[in-house]
């Protein structure tokens, strides 16, 4: 069965920072992995997706994902912490049964203090 | 650009009352999806929908929850007897037949008293 961990349920980080949410996997499959940004009280925004392709996938906002097979870990950077950036994040992999579900990492809320 | 759209984004129900959640996939999309976060919770899947008919459901997906397609642009889902643990944020996706993403909608929130 595919999972996602995601390490952390809470990163504070300053403004301006370097923002490093960790995201590990675990598929019999190839994997097909996505960041979702889920600000307050709104739905679920796809930051980025990786689907064998590059293994360093580029996103909106400036975020970015490296998928290491090795380490079966993708997890989330931007360069540069924004207060705009502050919010939860969900990893997640597609599921290889039936539909394709997304299988949804516990979610790693970040905060950017001033 | 297309977006997925639910209403109602708030709705108060009663324990044992039936409720429908509404949903309207991007056009072209075939695939569609149910899933729920309960507060504070990751987000969970619930079923899914190809072809007029469910393609996978998870164990929460029981008797009480079920889905249709009524027309060629609405996606429902309809709870028989609302239980209190119910009450979450609903989200409808859809997915492209090729696509490896779900797009989501923004969501409604189920309040059962």
């Known amino acids: 069965a595919q999972s996602v961990t995601q390490l952390g349920s809470h990163v504070s980080v300053s403004e301006g920072a370097l923002v490093l949410l960790r995201c590990n996997y675990s598929?019999?499959?190839?994997?097909?992995l996505f960041w979702y940004v889920q600000y307050p009280n709104q739905g679920l925004q796809l930051l980025l997706k990786?689907?064998?392709?590059?293994?360093l996938v580029k996103g909106i906002n400036g975020f970015e994902a490296e998928f290491k097979k090795s380490e079966t870990s993708f997890h989330l950077t931007k360069p540069s912490a924004h207060m705009s950036d502050a919010a939860e994040y969900f990893c997640?992999?597609?599921?290889?049964?039936?539909?394709?579900?997304?299988?949804f990492g516990a979610g790693t809320r970040l905060f950017v203090k001033a | 650009e297309p977006e997925v759209t639910q209403t109602p984004s708030h709705q108060v129900t009663q324990m044992g009352q039936e409720v429908i959640l509404r949903c309207v996939p991007i056009?072209?999309?075939?695939?569609f999806y149910w899933y729920r976060q309960i507060l504070g919770q990751k987000v969970e899947f619930l079923v899914s929908f190809y072809n007029n008919e469910i393609s996978e459901k998870s164990e929460i997906f029981d008797d009480q929850f079920s889905v249709e397609r009524p027309d060629g642009s609405n996606f429902t889902l309809k709870i028989r007897s609302t239980k209190l643990e119910d009450s979450a944020m609903y989200f409808c996706a859809s997915r492209r037949d090729t696509g490896y993403e779900q797009y989501f909608g923004p969501g409604t929130r189920l309040t059962v008293t």
């Open positions: 056009s072209n999309h075939l695939y």
């Open positions: 598929s019999s499959v190839p994997p097909y």
């Open positions: 997640a992999v597609r599921g290889n049964t039936g539909g394709f579900k997304t299988i």
């Open positions: 990786y689907t064998s392709a590059a293994t």
